[in-house]
């Protein structure tokens, strides 16, 4: 059982627009920041936001990441089948003193 | 370019220790803190520990504590994890991962491929 909540999976068609949530408490999402990653098999995981909303130089525009009291968001537009893969919410849990992920959510591109 | 590999993986039986490196290079590693995550055969990431820059901060998921140590070596860019008491459920490819500052409370932004634990009798 993670203590960031995430959907096993959504899945939307080529072009389209998705969501990704994860859902902490105050002490891990409400007082810190939300950091999202991408998980392809067999590869190391690839930063695609951080502090919440930033994009690392490489990552392109159509990532997007938010945050909303305890709970924060993955945005993908423009949807490719290269975006298939299974993404990870993260942050540092203040009250467990140790870095926390969701359980993953994967993605298909139909 | 920020390169970490990790090495030390291979099969153990229950009970018995491995020691993980990491070697670092194209930072400069004593400015960062560094993580060690894990993922199980067809399971999620699961964070195991970090170490701040000058070692000073420590932390352990309590899956870990009291079996694993996670140290460094700065003058030798490396990064380490010290796995005693082995059990089957510790089998997972194992992750080195820079943090982004030198507060281990930050998050991961560079990470190596990863080398496999497999805990099996």
Redesign the interface.
């Known amino acids: 059982q993670?203590v960031l909540t995430q959907p096993p999976s959504v899945s939307a068609a080529p072009g389209q627009k998705v969501t990704i949530s994860c859902s902490g408490s105050t002490s891990n999402i409400g007082n810190?920041?939300v950091?999202w990653?991408q998980?392809l098999p067999g590869?190391?995981?690839?930063?695609l936001i951080?502090?919440n909303n930033k994009r690392?130089s490489g990552i392109p525009d159509r990532f997007s990441g938010s945050k909303s009291g305890t709970s924060a968001t993955l945005g993908i537009t423009g949807l490719q089948t290269g975006d298939e893969a299974?993404y990870?919410c993260?942050?540092?849990d203040?009250t467990?003193?140790?870095?926390?992920?969701?359980?993953?959510t994967k993605l298909t591109v139909l | 370019e920020v390169q970490l590999v990790e090495s030390g993986g291979g099969l153990v039986k229950p009970g018995g220790s491995l020691r993980l490196s990491c070697a670092a290079s194209g930072f400069t590693f004593n400015s960062y803190s560094m993580?060690w995550?894990r993922?199980a055969p067809g399971k999620?990431?699961?964070?195991v520990s970090?170490i701040s820059s000058s070692s000073t901060y420590i932390?352990?998921?309590?899956s870990v504590k009291g079996r694993f140590t996670i140290s460094r070596d700065n003058a030798k860019n490396s990064l380490y994890l010290q796995m005693n008491s082995l059990r089957a459920e510790d089998t997972a490819v194992y992750?080195c991962?820079r943090i982004?500052s030198s507060y281990p409370?930050?998050?991961?932004?560079?990470?190596?491929?990863?080398t496999l634990v497999t805990v099996s009798s």
């Open positions: 993670s810190n920041y950091s990653y998980k590869t190391a995981p690839k930063l951080y502090d690392p299974d990870y993260g942050t540092w203040s467990l003193s140790a870095g926390v992920f969701g359980g993953g | 993580s995550v993922q999620g990431l699961e964070w970090s932390y352990y998921a309590d992750y991962a982004s409370w930050s998050h991961p932004d560079y990470w190596g491929q990863g």
